[in-house]
């Protein structure tokens, strides 16, 4: 039977001693108003954070306008030189105008000022011309960060300005205020609370895109050019690394040069081509693109970068680029670091041309422009001292460069130029500037005989004329620069006093330029490439890298021997060289191409300069000579009794024989007038031509001079006749070789006096 459950008490909780109201539940589940505008605030200024802070981060600023505005900015900084240069030349055509009239009005002008305003004139002009040709190239990654750090900074400190600045305004509102004028504090509050709508709206920070390339020049190939559509990653700054190899994609295979448009892609298809060849590649950084291809900075984990150009070759064709497309070259500031050039055009087509020099607008000291890097610095040098051995292959220029570094020595004020040429044509095109030229081995080794002793007397007189150590170059006491080319085809007498020259004639500023088809002791003869400051390699054998530039060149990145020298019908390579010693420049293995200009073009600057006056020595270093004694292998052998036993090889010459003999016009003012001395030289000849002998020795021919003109010679003695013929510019007699049964009896030649006339 069924039972009833008993009900269980249900547990009521006790009142709470100050139970709940509808007010209080109202007040904890909706903020105050107060709340509300704080909570309202406390939005608007988040907001307003984050727009000012990403207003002052510049991240507003569109990539095209800052590119532009740094295209203005380098625009604008090359328009001022040009506008500071036009302002100097305008100043030293002043200068030689006002000389000038001070000449024409009888004022006493120094003999040296109106060629030196001249010159001055002349320089400043070629730095204007020079200017006015260089092309603005479109900014660099570091130009354009440039120009968005400023504006960033510009914002930065209208901030910092605007808020010291509102304190006198918000002095001057409360003070205004406080007399009863409000006005001011209504516009000033209007103000703020428009500004603050305006920052404090709701904020999306922007995505930073990157950076796209600017516009590629028009003369870069297809293959180099951009898509504009593909932003790729931005440029990169200093050494700030693009890619390194642990970023490549695994199973990533190379791919050639010609599909590349970006920073990031370049230095993928260079870790890939470096990887696949095992070549230790681990960075590439500092990526440019260039009117004829590429360029980047690039890092080896371990060795040296001497595995980049050991693999040079298959690296090309990883890159699917022509031979020699491949040019490394290693940092000395960075041992594992060298910059690595991808060439796919001409790297030279946009170096600048000859600038134009007047006649004597340098010295000797100036350093002048003769060429391009691959990287497009110029290649400057002054020959002031400057021992130089120019070696390349037949085809490779030789001729052009010399006649680079003639056509800037003959722009000289100070200086004497020398063309020495055994077998070719020397610096044919610059001949009216040359003051001698010399090709038979009789012109060549009287004119070295010559210059070393002069340089022998010049380190006598240094002291004497206050100059100190070296020899101080000037109108008055000018320097000489002697052209040796085709060196190895001199007579062994030549090579020997060249070779003394090389010793002694540094600080007496008779300074030689050697060239060569090779630089090796083969060439050479002696080891002197080693020996020179200045030394320079064309197209050429890779025995002649190591031979003048050392056994570890080629390692170094020295590649001369890559280059390929002209043909007939291409020029190639010519003219192009690597060079070590330039003073004032780093020795780096560079690739430089010399600027060379048309024959007509030099022919019209010898003739400028010509007219305009060539030098001579100066009288101290030529009377300095008379004391000067000649080298023993110049001298002649005589035998115990004093009979004579091996003639001398070469005869020392006065300088207006030297000029004569080698058909070059006399010295101003030494042209032989009439007077005993003209006859007794005309006579000479004359007796000569009758007797049909080419020489004759003195007594003789003294004879021959008696019967020829009895009443004017009949009582002249042989020392009178010597010193009447010594007036006449024909020296003392000279040995001449056989004649019957003397040996080498001296006289005079028929040749010799007829250059007196």
């Known amino acids: 039977m069924a039972t009833e459950t008993e009900p269980v008490e249900q547990q009521i909780p006790p009142m709470p001693a100050k139970p709940p109201t509808i007010e209080a539940e109202t007040e904890t589940t909706e903020p105050s108003r107060m709340d509300r505008a ?38 604008r900084k090359h328009d001022d030189k040009v506008a500071h240069q036009q302002r100097i030349v305008a100043e030293a055509h002043g200068r030689l105008h006002h000389a000038k009239t001070q000449a024409e009005n009888g004022e006493t002008v120094s003999a040296g000022t109106l060629p030196s305003l001249g010159g001055r004139a002349a320089q400043e002009e070629a730095k204007l011309a020079a200017l006015q040709a260089t092309i603005v190239l479109p900014p660099t990654d570091r130009e354009i960060n440039a120009v968005r750090s400023g504006k960033k900074m510009g914002r930065a400190a209208a901030v910092a300005g605007g808020g010291v600045a509102t304190l006198p305004v918000l002095g001057t509102v409360l003070e205004q205020a406080a007399t009863g004028q409000p006005l001011l504090l209504i516009a000033v509050g ?24 600017v516009d590629a020049p028009v003369s870069l190939p297809a293959t180099f050019l951009a898509d504009p559509t593909q932003a790729g990653g931005a440029m990169s700054v200093g050494s700030h690394v693009v890619m390194n190899v642990e970023q490549l994609a695994e199973g990533a295979k190379p791919f050639p040069l010609r599909t590349v448009s970006t920073p990031s892609q370049l230095a993928e298809c260079v870790l890939l081509a470096a990887r696949a060849e095992n070549v230790p590649i681990v960075e590439v950084a500092d990526v440019q693109r260039q009117p004829w291809g590429w360029q980047c900075v690039v890092r080896v984990g371990e060795s040296t970068p001497e595995a980049i150009i050991a693999k040079s070759g298959a690296l090309e064709t990883r890159f699917d680029l022509p031979t020699n497309g491949v040019r490394p070259q290693p940092l000395r500031a960075r041992r594992a670091c060298a910059i690595l050039r991808l060439v796919d055009g001409d790297p030279f087509a946009t170096a600048p041309g000859l600038p134009y020099r007047a006649p004597k607008s340098l010295s000797i000291t100036d350093r002048f422009r003769i060429g391009t890097s691959v990287g497009g610095e110029p290649l400057e040098l002054s020959l002031a001292g400057v021992m130089g051995l120019w070696v390349a292959a037949s085809g490779g220029g030789k001729t052009g460069i010399l006649q680079a570094l003639a056509e800037g020595v003959t722009a000289c004020y100070d200086n004497i130029t020398i063309d020495c040429d055994p077998h070719g044509d020397g610096l044919e095109d610059l001949g009216d500037a040359v003051r001698i030229t010399a090709r038979s081995n009789e012109q060549i080794e009287a004119v070295l005989l010559f210059f070393l002793v002069m340089s022998k007397a010049r380190a006598r007189l240094r002291a004497k004329l206050g100059m100190g150590k070296k020899w101080k170059p000037s109108a008055s006491h000018p320097a000489v620069t002697i052209f040796i080319d085709e060196f190895p085809k001199l007579s062994d007498l030549a090579k020997l006093l060249a070779f003394d020259l090389l010793l002694v004639g540094r600080k007496e500023l008779i300074e030689v330029q050697y060239a060569s088809q090779g630089g090796t002791t083969r060439y050479l003869g002696e080891n002197i490439a080693q020996m020179m400051a200045l030394k320079a390699v064309g197209p050429c054998k890779v025995g002649d890298t190591r031979a003048v530039f050392g056994d570890d060149s080629v390692r170094e990145g020295y590649l001369p021997h890559k280059l390929s020298p002209a043909t007939d019908t291409d020029a190639k390579d010519a003219g192009h060289l690597f060079i070590q010693g330039v003073p004032g420049m780093a020795d780096e293995p560079i690739e430089y191409a010399i600027h060379e200009a048309p024959s007509d073009v030099l022919r019209k600057l010898a003739a400028e300069r010509a007219d305009a006056g060539l030098l001579d020595p100066d009288q101290d270093s030529l009377d300095g000579m008379r004391g000067v004694d000649l080298p023993e292998y110049a001298e002649a052998e005589y035998d115990k009794q004093g009979d004579l036993k091996k003639p001398a090889p070469v005869s020392l010459l006065t300088w207006e024989q030297l000029l004569r003999l080698c058909d070059a016009e006399p010295p101003a003012g030494s042209e032989l007038t009439d007077g005993p001395a003209r006859a007794a030289v005309e006579d000479s000849v004359a007796v000569m031509e009758k007797a049909g002998v080419d020489r004759m020795k003195t007594e003789p021919l003294l004879a021959a001079l008696h019967e020829f003109d009895p009443e004017t010679y009949g009582e002249l003695g042989v020392d009178e006749f010597k010193a009447l013929m010594k007036q006449a510019g ?6 001449l070789g056989p004649i019957g049964e003397e040996k080498n009896p001296r006289g005079f030649k028929r040749d010799r006096l007829r250059h007196l006339l």
């Open 730 to 735: 024909a020296g003392s007699p000279i040995t």
């Open 38 to 75: 704080k909570a309202a605030f406390a939005t608007q200024r988040g907001h307003a954070t984050a727009r000012t802070k990403d207003w002052l981060a510049g991240n507003d600023l569109d990539q095209v306008d800052i590119i532009q505005a740094a295209t203005l900015k380098k625009q």
């Open 190 to 213: 209007t103000a703020a609370s428009f500004g603050w709508y305006l920052i404090s709206r709701p904020f999306l920070a922007r995505q930073a895109d990157d950076a796209p390339f």
